[in-house]
């Protein structure tokens, strides 16, 4: 995976954060502030997991 070096989450608190969401333990809106990200960035990682 091609991580840039401004990039907030590793591979590893992006997937928590899309899990967290999928299962229910969080809307989008409760992971971006969270996860210190946009909402843009929670959906992105959600339609992609």
């Given at each position: 995976?091609?991580?840039?070096?401004?990039?907030?989450?590793?591979?590893?608190?992006?997937?928590?954060?899309?899990?967290?969401?999928?299962?229910?333990?969080?809307?989008?809106?409760?992971?971006a502030l969270q996860f210190a990200?946009t909402a843009k960035i929670v959906?992105?990682?959600?339609?992609?997991?």
């Amino acid at each position: 995976m091609n991580i840039h070096k401004n990039a907030r989450l590793t591979p590893l608190r992006r997937e928590e954060m899309a899990l967290a969401v999928i299962e229910g333990d969080l809307s989008q809106a409760q992971a971006a502030l969270q996860f210190a990200v946009t909402a843009k960035i929670v959906r992105r990682w959600v339609e992609g997991a």
